[in-house]
Structure formats: C-alpha cells, structure tokens
C-alpha cells in the first residue's frame, strides 16, 4: 500500500476506535480494590499501641491519647509516601487505604489531619 493510503487506513482506524484516554477529572477513574489513598483511621478498633508510628519510615503519623481508651491519629498528608507500613502494621485493622486520591492542596495547613 502507498504512503498516503497506509495513511489514511490509520487515520480511520482510529476515528471508529475507543479513545485509550480518559475524561480526568471530569471522569473520575475507580480506583483498584488495593489502591494506597489516604489513610483512614478507624478510632474504635484502636489500642493506642503506636506500632503505626514505630513503622512510619517518614514520621507522618502521631497517635494521641484523648480519653480513657480514646484515642486520635494525626497524619501529614505532606510527609506520608502511601508505603501502607501502618496499615499492615496494625494489629487491630485501625487503619486502612482508602481510596481518596485527590489530595493536592495550596494550602499546606489542610494537609495536617486530624481523626478521632
Ligand atoms: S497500630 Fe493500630 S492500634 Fe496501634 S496505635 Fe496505631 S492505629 Fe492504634
Ligand atoms: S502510609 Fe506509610 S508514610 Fe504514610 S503514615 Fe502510613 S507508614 Fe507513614
């Protein structure tokens, strides 16, 4: 086939093909079911053991005690890489992935979080 019909062979083939691109962020993707996002804390299941924070290789999370068996976790969205060492650390299942990936900010306050 010449040049300008290979061409043009091209060229429809990919006006009737579907688009590898997506629509972001007008589209939101799903994310996989082990997707690493921001960290969720679950405070009832928590013991205060602060294995989490042994285990954080960039010191982005702080448990605090707030109560007689009440606890709260910090996290510092600016510092934490999403390695999940917390999540799999936890003995009691008090922390897991969610699946928030948005998280850009312009304010590095709001990337300080607070969960009880
Ligand atoms: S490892 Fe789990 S149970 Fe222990 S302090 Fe951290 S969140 Fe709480
Ligand atoms: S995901 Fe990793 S970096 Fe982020 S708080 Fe947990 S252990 Fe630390």
Avoid at 25 to 34: D, L, R, S, V
Wanted: hydrophobic share 35%.
């Amino acid at each position: 086939m010449s040049a300008p019909g290979k061409m043009l062979g091209e060229i429809l083939g990919h006006v009737f093909k579907k688009a590898d691109t997506t629509l972001y962020p007008f589209e939101k993707p799903e994310m996989p079911a082990n997707f690493r996002g921001r960290i969720k804390f679950i405070a009832e299941k928590c013991i205060g053991c602060k294995i989490c924070m042994k285990v954080c290789p960039a010191y982005a999370i702080d448990i605090k005690t707030i109560g007689e068996k009440k606890y709260q976790c910090d996290i510092w969205l600016d510092r934490c890489i999403f390695c999940a060492q917390c999540v799999e650390s936890c003995p009691k299942d008090a922390l897991d992935n969610s699946s928030e990936y948005e998280l850009a900010a312009l304010d590095k306050k709001s990337l300080f979080t607070e969960q009880k």
